[in-house]
């Protein structure tokens, strides 16, 4: 179950009841295969990446959240101990990031009026980051919301449902970043550069690592405050 916010812990600016018809999507199922193993089980202060990923996401949408899971589909579900979120598998993780996207708005509902897309390996992405993407994207919400990071804009992203066609189109390793290009004159841009870390091969661990030191501090902060 989602855990209830206890005394002295503020929620977040934009929550469930402020976002009634944004769902997430937690993207979960490549291989890693350049990176050589799972990298969605490495840890933030205590916490895997893919549990951290779905955390962030119930806590800005509550139950409208989904992950999808691909590779190594059946260990990846004991991180979801204690959360209630829906899990779908791209069976076809092998072919490419649009699979799984596909998955994913395949399975939302009629009443979603757009999905914020998570990628669960952007390990430095936080709470405030999505809030303000949300919040971007509420303002003007025929619009795609993105967030940018050295330039270019990608994941997390809000797709409004006009982009949920195209996404179905997609194939192999496309990500919506190719239609975010094309929609670039029609689309709100958020500044992020914790965006631009994540893990795609062993070279990217010294980064993680100084990351993770820093956000397991604060994480460790926290939890002596409460």
Same mark, same amino acid.
């Given at each position: 179950?989602?855990?209830?916010?206890?005394?002295?812990?503020?929620?977040?600016?934009?929550?469930?009841?402020?976002?009634?018809?944004?769902?997430?999507?937690?993207?979960?199922?490549?291989?890693?295969?350049?990176?050589?193993?799972?990298?969605?089980?490495?840890?933030?202060?205590?916490?895997?990446?893919?549990?951290?990923?779905?955390?962030?996401?119930?806590?800005?949408?509550?139950?409208?959240?989904?992950?999808?899971?691909?590779?190594?589909?059946?260990?990846?579900?004991?991180?979801?101990?204690?959360?209630?979120?829906?899990?779908?598998?791209?069976?076809?993780?092998?072919?490419?990031?649009?699979?799984?996207?596909?998955?994913?708005?395949?399975?939302?509902?009629?009443?979603?009026?757009?999905?914020?897309?998570? @990628?669960?390996?952007?390990?430095?992405?936080?709470?405030?980051?999505?809030?303000? @993407?949300?919040?971007?994207?509420?303002?003007?919400?025929?619009?795609?919301?993105?967030?940018?990071?050295?330039?270019?804009?990608?994941?997390?992203?809000?797709?409004?449902?006009?982009?949920?066609?195209?996404?179905?189109?997609?194939?192999?390793?496309?990500?919506?970043?190719?239609?975010?290009?094309?929609?670039?004159?029609?689309?709100?841009?958020?500044?992020?550069?914790?965006?631009?870390?994540? @893990?795609?091969?062993?070279?990217?661990?010294?980064?993680?690592?100084?990351?993770?030191?820093?956000?397991?501090?604060?994480?460790?902060?926290?939890?002596?405050?409460?």
């Amino acid at each position: 179950m989602i855990p209830m916010r206890r005394p002295g812990v503020r929620g977040p600016a934009c929550g469930p009841r402020r976002l009634p018809d944004l769902w997430t999507i937690v993207l979960a199922g490549g291989g890693a295969s350049r990176f050589g193993r799972n990298k969605l089980l490495l840890k933030i202060g205590g916490e895997s990446l893919l549990r951290r990923a779905t955390r962030l996401a119930l806590r800005l949408t509550g139950p409208r959240c989904l992950v999808v899971l691909g590779a190594d589909a059946s260990r990846m579900r004991a991180e979801f101990v204690g959360l209630r979120v829906p899990i779908v598998v791209n069976r076809a993780w092998r072919q490419g990031m649009a699979g799984s996207l596909r998955v994913g708005v395949e399975a939302l509902p009629a009443s979603a009026a757009a999905a914020l897309v998570i @990628l669960a390996d952007q390990y430095a992405v936080g709470a405030p980051d999505l809030d303000r @993407l949300a919040r971007s994207w509420s303002g003007r919400p025929r619009r795609a919301a993105a967030a940018v990071a050295g330039g270019a804009s990608g994941a997390p992203a809000v797709l409004p449902r006009r982009y949920f066609g195209p996404i179905r189109r997609l194939r192999g390793d496309e990500g919506a970043r190719r239609l975010l290009r094309q929609d670039d004159a029609a689309l709100t841009r958020v500044d992020m550069p914790s965006a631009a870390q994540d @893990l795609d091969t062993p070279s990217d661990l010294e980064t993680f690592r100084r990351v993770r030191r820093r956000l397991g501090g604060q994480a460790s902060r926290a939890g002596s405050a409460v």
